[in-house]
């Protein structure tokens, strides 16, 4: 297994791309597509694109996971 580039919470940037996300949860991008299009994952929609505020990130892995990084 990929060891993740993010270490800690605090080096992740204020809004995620799905790259990102995929890169921190270490799963597919196919994986990461399917979580983001899930209800309840914190997304905001700008346009046609899909990020993630880092915030609403950090509790979603901490209630869903039971902890995280």
Same mark, same amino acid.
């Given at each position: 297994?990929?060891?993740?580039? +993010?270490?800690? +919470?605090?080096? @992740?940037?204020?809004? @995620?791309?799905?790259?990102?996300?995929?890169?921190?949860?270490?799963?597919?991008?196919?994986?990461?597509? #399917?979580?983001?299009?899930?209800? &309840?994952?914190?997304? @905001?929609? *700008?346009?046609?694109? *899909?990020?993630?505020?880092?915030?609403?990130? *950090?509790?979603?892995?901490? #209630? +869903?996971? &039971? &902890? &995280?990084?």
């Amino acid at each position: 297994m990929k060891e993740s580039a +993010y270490k800690s +919470y605090e080096k @992740l940037p204020l809004f @995620l791309n799905s790259e990102t996300v995929a890169k921190v949860l270490d799963v597919s991008p196919s994986s990461e597509y #399917e979580l983001i299009h899930k209800p &309840g994952f914190p997304v @905001l929609r *700008i346009g046609n694109r *899909i990020v993630v505020p880092k915030a609403q990130f *950090i509790q979603w892995v901490k #209630e +869903y996971t &039971g &902890g &995280g990084t």
